[in-house]
């Protein structure tokens, strides 16, 4: 079955301890995305990656890394969590990512993350 | 300033009844609108794909609507049921290239028997 996968599905923190989130996809897409939602705001891009190796900043990539070895995966890594990334995180994929080729976007499930 | 702006924020609608989705843009330059559908604590899945030269698209019950001089666009579903009960949100992508994407707040949509 085509998917994104995410790990964890849910995580409690402390202030500081360095986490990771990780993303996977079965589908050979070379575009993945990171995104988090937050009540009330729509949600936003943190990074983004056309390919292997390849990676750029999003609307919100303060306090957020994130690295492309494989085309499969997309990990999203918080070196020092602060409470206020307390939040949804997305992970997405599409075919390539480039405009006008209206490609489908494929979200994960989600990781909900609580930083304390 | 990109923005996507959806109305209402929340609507409360009778099973078997219709209802309309709202959603205004200031997006530049345009390259497609999508309308996804989030369940609750699920990830967005696609509803709808639309360019500028598209005016209409239907998915089944769910058919939206794009009015690129206006900058407007709406989704309408027909006979909803109780699985319909969902956020619906309107994303609207730039063309730098890359597909850059702008997403609205969605509009909640819960359907009662």
């Known amino acids: 079955e085509a998917q994104v996968t995410q790990n964890p599905r849910y995580l409690i923190t402390v202030t500081g301890k360095k986490l990771t989130v990780t993303c996977s996809q079965n589908m050979n897409h070379e575009y993945m995305s990171w995104y988090r939602q937050d009540p009330g705001l729509g949600l936003r891009q943190i990074y983004y990656s056309m390919n292997v190796e390849v990676t750029d900043k999003g609307d919100v990539p303060e306090g957020y890394k994130v690295s492309r070895k494989e085309k499969r995966n997309f990990p999203l890594i918080l070196e020092s969590p602060s409470p206020n990334q307390t939040s949804l995180y997305f992970c997405?994929?599409?075919?390539?990512?480039?405009?006008?080729?209206?490609?489908?976007?494929?979200f994960g499930p989600g990781t909900r993350l609580l930083v304390l | 300033k990109n923005q996507v702006e959806q109305s209402p924020q929340s609507l409360i609608i009778l099973e078997g009844k219709n209802c309309t989705l709202q959603c205004n843009y200031t997006v530049s330059p345009f390259s497609n609108l999508r309308w996804y559908k989030q369940d609750t604590g699920r990830g967005p899945v696609s509803l709808t794909i639309?360019?500028?030269?598209?005016n209409t698209k239907s998915n089944g019950r769910y058919t939206a609507t794009l009015d690129a001089d206006t900058k407007q666009s709406s989704l309408h579903i027909t006979a909803s049921q109780l699985s319909d009960s969902a956020s619906y949100i309107c994303?609207?992508?730039?063309?730098?290239?890359?597909?850059?994407?702008?997403f609205g707040t969605g509009t909640k949509l819960q359907v009662i028997p």
């Open positions: 639309m360019t500028f030269s598209e």
């Open positions: 997405a994929s599409s075919l390539s990512g480039v405009a006008g080729r209206l490609e489908t976007q494929y």
């Open positions: 994303v609207v992508s730039v063309d730098w290239g890359y597909q850059k994407v702008t």
